[in-house]
């Protein structure tokens, strides 16, 4: 039979400490403001916080690449050398080396 008079039941008996218990267990697991909730809402904030940084520094990038498409020497640079373009009278020699060439399968 159940010792009442046990040390480890004397706690309990206190009507106050079980209601505190009661309570934060309801608080922390089952409420809707619960802890782990708002646990949850705080790992999105920071996940949205990195992608918002990671998107200000694309930002970033593309406005120092509009300004330097701003100028008639950017837009000339970059046709010649993001995409071979050239003038009329010039001839483009493109130099690759070989740890930069693609590597061939051998059963080919």
Known sequence: MINLKSKYLKPFKNIYLLVLVVFLVWMLFFDAHSWLFHHELNSDIDELEYQKEHYRNEMAKDNKAIKA???EEGIERTARETYYMKKQDEE???IEYEDSIAKQK???
């Open 69 to 71: 498409l701003s100028t």
């Open 92 to 94: 483009i020699f493109i």
């Open 106 to 108: 051998q059963d080919e």
